[in-house]
């Protein structure tokens, strides 16, 4: 079957594809999109529950706007990326485009909240489709050599992605209607196409039979995993059946997943990957990064717009330098890993990481210097940069050239999961030492006013609390925050401690090119500099 890929394995090899850049550009440009789409949304909620601007949604509604998109992006991902190394990476890159385009259309008109709900479910499928592709197609066009440095680009425009998001929607929403957040991803949709169908090599991995059962597992295990995440994060706790009853499922079948798995002879990833100890502490990296960064991300939104009374866009232009940051800082980590290895770039990345835990643990308070958000946005920034394509490029190419598509779904579901992670266990963290604090400072507040900061924030602008009380309970809810943010903060040092010892004990140390084998010599630099 090697005779259905457009390109020698050799010329990749060597020199990589002659178009690879103009390539990467394509791909980085579809990725922004998909990944803007994560946090663009954000700055609509209001207008979105507005019944004349918006659609009239509830609070239930909005969240399952965001929910819907996660849910099924996180479960499609790993099997989206089997499928894509089978019938072709092009293929599938071209197809997620156009659903994810056919549905940011779809919801940019639709006309009710669950309409809109239905739509953004669709563009996770579309997301899901497409992005493993963006990965395992950087890996088929550049050879080995350049890999690492198109790797740090790809990574960069995560950030970025993600950083100007919340710009772009209240951009948009200052001069347009609502519906503009999604329509704007249609002409950059149509640019990709054409470019990509243009521009892209058609790549093929493995041809073995197909591994039904395998996908069939992991969507059912990573859907419900995520969903019981998702209900943990929103609920603010772990109790009730629809919390851990399907958090268990989930993991029973993974489980299952896993042992199937290592039955079969043809498995969709082969789990002896994981007794590479790099491979392992790569994926475990990956998940614990995002499982403190996105936990904590997420409630400096609230610190800022709640706290300090930004707007959604001022909001969104002060995170635009962690992003700034990432682009970059990530096309230059593999110089430095080539330099100095990958250990130590590891650990003065995670420290990185960890000054922005420790500095909002010991330092945040309500008065604090907008300047220190910026400068620890700009440090946390370069950390990701230092420390996402190191783990990212061991993963990758510890999975075989044809099987790709597999190690991309595989990294971009741990990020996901990681994430999903973070917000809900770190959410409920934070929950419980607001309620609590709350608690013992404004006795006299319901419950339902005590159960969040935007809770208490919502019953002082709607007016539930006598204006004679108004401005202690103020007080009170910022003084609960502020301990509950230095609460949460303290969870995410020791979550990134644990990376820390990781890095040290599993990632590689600068090592000779001379004294490397014939087997470790064709491994990326950024793995063994």
């Known amino acids: 079957m090697s005779d259905t890929r457009s390109e020698p ?91 994810f385009g056919v549905a940011s259309l779809l919801s940019a008109y639709a006309s009710s909240p669950d309409q809109l709900i239905w739509y953004r479910a669709l563009m996770g499928a579309g997301a899901a489709i497409m992005m493993p592709s963006t990965l395992s197609l950087l890996r088929n066009v550049f050879s080995t050599k350049e890999f690492p440095k198109a790797l740090g680009i790809w990574t960069g425009a995560v950030g970025i992605g993600g950083a100007i998001g919340p710009i772009v929607g209240g ?133 800022l717009q709640l706290l300090k009374g930004y707007s959604p866009l001022e909001t969104g232009l002060l995170f635009l330098p962690f992003g700034a940051s990432m682009l970059v800082f990530a096309p230059l980590s593999n110089t430095l890993v080539q330099k100095l290895g990958a250990k130590v770039v590891g650990i003065a990345a995670m420290l990185l990481v960890i000054t922005n835990f420790t500095v909002t643990a010991l330092v945040f308070e309500a008065d604090t210097s907008v300047w220190v958000v ?32 597999v190690g991309s779904a595989l990294a971009n579901t741990l990020r996901q999961v990681g994430g999903a992670l973070g917000v809900a266990v770190l959410g409920t963290i934070m929950a419980q030492a607001y309620q609590s604090k709350m608690g013992d400072a404004a006795p006299q507040l319901p419950d339902a006013a005590r159960e969040s900061y935007a809770a208490t924030y919502g019953a002082l602008e709607g007016g539930h609390i006598p204006a004679e009380a108004a401005g202690a309970v103020a007080n009170a809810a910022d003084a609960s925050f502020i301990d509950a943010l230095h609460t949460t903060a303290f969870t995410a040092i020791g979550v990134a401690l644990v990376g820390l010892i990781i890095i040290a004990l599993f990632f590689p140390g600068k090592q000779r090119r001379e004294t490397q084998t014939p087997e470790r010599a064709t491994e990326p630099a950024l793995v063994e500099a």
């Open 374 to 405: 910026i400068v620890l946005f700009l440090i946390t920034g370069a950390g990701m940069a230092n420390l996402m394509p190191p783990a990212m490029n061991t993963l990758m190419s510890s999975v075989p050239r044809e099987k790709a598509g």
């Open 9 to 99: 394995t050799l010329e990749v090899e060597d020199q990589g594809h002659p178009r690879r850049w103009a390539i990467l550009s394509v791909l980085v440009i579809s990725l922004i999109v998909v990944v803007l789409d994560n946090t663009v949304l954000n700055v609509a909620m209001k207008t979105l529950a507005d019944p004349e601007a918006g659609v009239g949604a509830s609070q239930s509604d909005l969240a399952w706007m965001i929910n819907s998109y996660t849910l099924v992006f996180a479960g499609l991902l790993f099997a989206s990326g089997i499928i894509g190394d089978r019938i072709g990476r092009k293929k599938m890159l071209l197809a997620g485009l156009a659903v």
């Open 171 to 303: 951009a948009l929403l200052d001069h347009f209607w609502w519906g503009s957040v999604f329509l704007i991803n249609v002409p950059i949709v149509i640019f990709g196409l054409i470019a990509v169908t243009i521009l892209a090599p058609e790549s093929k991995g493995s041809q073995a039979k197909a591994d039904f059962v395998g996908m069939v597992l992991s969507m059912v295990g990573l859907v419900s995993l995520t969903y019981g995440i998702i209900e943990a994060g929103d609920a603010g706790s772990w109790t009730g059946i629809e919390v851990w009853g399907t958090i268990a499922l989930g993991v029973l079948v993974l489980v299952g997943f896993v042992l199937w798995e290592k039955r079969i002879p043809h498995a969709s990833l082969d789990m002896k990957l994981f007794k590479n100890t790099r491979f392992s502490a790569s994926s475990a990296i990956i998940t614990l990064t995002f499982f403190g960064m996105m936990g904590l991300m997420f409630f400096m939104t609230f610190y």
